[in-house]
């Protein structure tokens, strides 16, 4: 799999747009980029899964550019519920590659 | 719907006592995983069932760990003669399909055990 590089914590105001940005500079063609939400106390819960340009859900956007060696996932507007650590994950779309390999991932601090 | 439940939510147990964690996954999910999760660190991939195949023991640390997965739907792991250093939370995932890396999992709320 694939190794991620993602900044460890990163602080925020309530209203702002947070861009987190995870560096993959390994990744391989066959490569999809997946990010989970993890709150305190709980399992981590799949956000939003990409393999080129921009995707985008009701929860956030990820932007892949061409290379694909980074990717950016955006929320917007952010609210203090939105504190809680982002797990970047890359991975192969084939059979039997199915666990996962989470980083310690970036813990976001959403402050009033 | 329900989603992966697990039980206990907590578990203290002494150095050298087995202990019994057990996962409920999605009712129809196919495949169902285990990990690890220790203070403040990312998780470990313990082991993955997947409908009637063998399960992936790959991530098991030690021989002290096993999970079997009865009627491909709970499952239990099982730690023998636990360690102090076994004391993580134990979270259980489970997918629709489990075939594909890509597939969602759903994690369940998690068991911390501690090992006194």
């Known amino acids: 799999l694939a190794k991620t590089t993602q900044p460890i914590s990163m602080d925020s105001y309530e209203g702002q747009e947070v861009n987190i940005t995870c560096s993959h500079n390994n990744i391989a063609t066959n490569d999809y980029i997946t990010w989970y939400q993890q709150f305190p106390s709980q399992g981590p819960r799949f956000i939003i899964q990409?393999?080129?340009t921009k995707v985008t859900n009701e929860v956030a956007s990820l932007f892949i550019p061409a290379d694909r060696k980074s990717s950016t996932l955006s929320l917007p507007r952010v609210s203090l519920s939105d504190t809680a650590v982002y797990y970047c994950?890359?991975?192969?779309?084939?059979?039997?590659?199915?666990?996962?390999?989470f980083g310690t991932g970036t813990r976001l601090t959403v402050i009033p | 719907g329900a989603g992966v439940s697990q039980s206990p939510s907590n578990k203290v147990t002494e150095k050298g006592k087995d202990v019994e964690l057990r996962c409920d996954p999605i009712s129809g999910h196919t495949a169902l995983y285990w990990y690890r999760q220790s203070l403040g660190q990312g998780l470990e991939f313990l082991i993955y069932f997947q409908g009637n195949s063998a399960p992936d023991k790959s991530g098991l640390p030690s021989d002290r760990f096993s999970a079997e997965r009865t009627g491909g739907s709970v499952s239990t792991l099982t730690i023998q003669r636990t360690q102090q250093e076994d004391s993580a939370v134990y979270l259980c995932?489970?997918?629709?399909?489990?075939?594909?890396?890509?597939?969602?999992?759903?994690f369940g709320p998690g068991t911390r055990l501690t090992v006194l």
């Open positions: 995932a489970s997918s629709p399909l489990g075939l594909s890396y890509t597939d969602t999992q759903y």
């Open positions: 990409g393999y080129k």
């Open positions: 994950l890359v991975g192969p779309y084939q059979t039997g590659a199915n666990n996962l390999f």
